[in-house]
Structures are given as C-alpha cells and as structure tokens.
C-alpha cells in the first residue's frame, strides 16, 4: 500500500530526514520512506500555486504493509498539520534510481489536483491518463513523471483527487525555456506552452490547484 500525505510545520527539512523518524516507521512495517521538501535546494522556484491559507511545507510519500493509523500518528509527532490518503501509484516516466536518502538532483515539482464539478470521475481520469499524459511528456522536459490517483483519504481535511510528482532540470526554476525543454527557441516554447495549457484546461487542472516545489529524497527501510 502506497499512503501519501501533506505536511505542515517548521523545521521539516531536519525532521523529516530523522534517523529516529526512519526507524520509527520500519518498525510499523513500512518499507520506504519518500520525502519531497521545500528547502533552500528550491527556494528560487518561480511556480508555485497554493489553494490553502499556508502553503504546503512537504509531501511524504510512504510504502507498508500495514494500516495507516501508525504511520499517521508518527508523522503527528514531526508537524503541526497532517492530511493523507491512500493512492493508486502509476509511472509514466519511472524516476532514475539515486543513493539511499541522497538528494535527486532535480526540481520535484508536486501537483494536488481535484476533479471540476463538471466531469464525472471516470471521464477526469481519461482525460488524465489518456489524453494529457503523452501532452505532457511531449512538452515538457521532464525525467519523472509519477501520477498518484486518491483511492481514499485517511485524514479529514480539503479534498484531493491525486498527487503528482514531475521531475525536471533544477534550470527549470527559473527558465521556462529549460521547464518545457524548448532551447533557445522561443516559438517553440510558445508552442509548447500553448500545447500544454489546452490540455491542462481540459481536465480542469488549472483551477484549484496548489504546486508545490520540492526537492525529493528516498529512503529504503
């Protein structure tokens, strides 16, 4: 079971990386531990989007083969904030491999997505899955592309329909040409540009939307 959560608080970018923290889980039957922070890796990042009255700190993301309710408390006792859900993981473009809790070397950006009012599920999901995800993998220069769809939450708190997680160059913070991989090519960028919001905006990705800019770690347990 993939369980994935939001986080709020200070001082996440040390305690989230705890050893006592690691520990603690694997306990509880968890085999590995995802952390997407905003730190100083990503602080110059221009794109940011956030539907809450503070900004998300960090997204966690972790594998067990228990229940919830220990790995929520746990992470209860590192934030002031805690939503989460259970997901259904899919990965269009497999992130690569780095070294047990070393930093990916990558802008990891995360998008909360939730579905229009005007579109039944099963219609937002194939428009997702099979309509914008090639849009998106054609126009953006991305080396990660993990889509997280909610099965259910396991917190109260704003509803979610899905995380998702792209990894891009860390030029990508600050370059729109290295964001959507267009050179030094400013029509193409347009073109690109325009490409991706059309299909953006037909699943309703646009509105009520946070992005949230980390730098991302993996831990085995």
């Given at each position: ?5 939001a ?6 970018d ?32 221009q ?37 989460g ?105 347009q073109r690109?540009?325009?490409r ?14 946070d ?10 347990l």
């Amino acid at each position: 079971m993939k369980l994935m959560y939001a986080l709020w608080g200070a001082d996440l970018d040390e305690r989230l990386h705890a050893a006592e923290l690691r520990h603690r889980l694997a306990d509880i039957g968890a085999t590995e531990w995802q952390v997407n922070v905003r730190d100083v890796e990503v602080a110059a990042a221009q794109v940011r989007h956030s539907t809450y009255d503070e900004p998300i700190a960090a997204i966690v993301s972790v594998r067990t083969g228990g229940g919830h309710e220990a790995v929520t408390a746990a992470l209860t006792t590192v934030s002031t904030e805690v939503n989460g859900w259970i997901v259904d993981e899919r990965a269009p473009i497999v992130p690569p491999p780095v070294e047990n809790g070393v930093r990916t070397p990558a802008l990891a950006n995360f998008a909360l997505l939730r579905i229009p009012a005007e579109l039944t599920r099963e219609e937002w999901l194939h428009r997702w899955h099979d309509l914008h995800t090639p849009v998106a993998i054609e126009t953006q220069d991305t080396f990660g592309y993990v889509q997280n769809t909610v099965l259910e939450p396991v917190t109260e708190g704003r509803r979610v329909d899905a995380l998702v997680e792209e990894l891009f160059p860390m030029a990508a913070m600050t370059s729109a040409h290295a964001f959507y991989g267009a050179g030094d090519d400013d029509a193409e960028l347009q073109r690109r540009v325009t490409r991706m919001m059309e299909s953006v905006v037909s699943f309703g990705a646009h509105l009520d939307l946070d992005l949230v800019p980390t730098s991302r770690y993996v831990y085995k347990l």
